[in-house]
């Protein structure tokens, strides 16, 4: 089944672009959903199948999946955007379909 | 406007049991799997369970299989995790979630807010 490797953080100041990536092996193949959670709230879906946005999302948020990387990308960023961003594959061809990446803490300077 | 409310937690010894309900609104239950998807005290998100829109169909974690069991009452829009022989490592927030699918994939479309279970 797939692992999915997030770094612990990224970094980004107010009005930049902020890139969060998930590796796995030839995640490509697959769909990648993108979470927000921030403290005290339910999660977000902010993109699934890789780069579609759930309504009322704002296209500042978008995402790529190609080889053995996807990635959320946060154009604009603002401080409402600070929080942990988690990637999630549904393998079919398990028992357990359902994996998470690790999670990336996003801090807005 | 889909609502997903979660309630049943609290504090158990190990080795005890829990029962969390999830009390669904805003959309057709039967027409959606659901999950249960938890997060332990500054850890990431881990998925616990699934159920299917008729029931018929459960997925566990190895971490929890054998010792909790999912279900749903599609009568009384309510989904349900049975939490038995728990373990310190079962504390956590416990989230349930609508299934999503673009008809390819699966992933969580809607949130609760969680309920906490604490095992000590």
């Known amino acids: 089944s797939f692992v999915l490797t997030q770094p612990p953080s990224v970094s980004v100041a107010p009005g930049q672009t902020a890139r969060i990536t998930c590796g796995g092996n030839n995640i490509g193949s697959t769909g990648v959903h993108w979470y927000q959670d921030k403290p005290g709230q339910a999660p977000v879906l902010v993109v699934y199948d890789d780069s579609d946005r759930p309504s009322g999302i704002p296209d500042r948020f978008s995402g790529s999946n190609s080889g053995n990387t996807a990635t959320l990308t946060i154009s604009r960023v603002e401080a409402g955007d600070e929080a942990d961003y988690y990637c999630q594959v549904w393998d079919s061809n398990s028992d357990h379909p359902w994996v998470f990446g690790g999670g990336t803490k996003l801090t807005v300077l | 406007e889909v609502q997903l409310v979660e309630s049943g937690g609290g504090v158990v010894q190990p080795g005890g049991s829990l029962r969390l309900s999830c009390a669904a609104s805003?959309?057709?239950?039967?027409?959606?799997?659901m999950h249960w998807v938890r997060q332990a005290p500054g850890k990431g998100l881990e998925w616990v369970s699934h159920?299917?829109?008729?029931?018929?169909?459960?997925y566990y974690a190895d971490s929890v299989k054998g010792r909790f069991t999912i279900s749903r009452d599609n009568s009384k829009n309510s989904l349900y995790l049975q939490m038995n022989t728990l373990r310190t490592e079962d504390t956590a927030l416990y989230f349930c979630?609508?299934?999503?699918?673009?008809?390819?994939?699966?992933?969580?479309?809607?949130w609760g807010q969680g309920t906490l279970v604490t095992v000590s």
């Open positions: 979630a609508t299934e999503g699918s673009s008809g390819t994939y699966s992933f969580f479309q809607h």
């Open positions: 805003g959309f057709t239950f039967d027409d959606f799997g």
């Open positions: 159920i299917s829109g008729d029931g018929t169909n459960t």
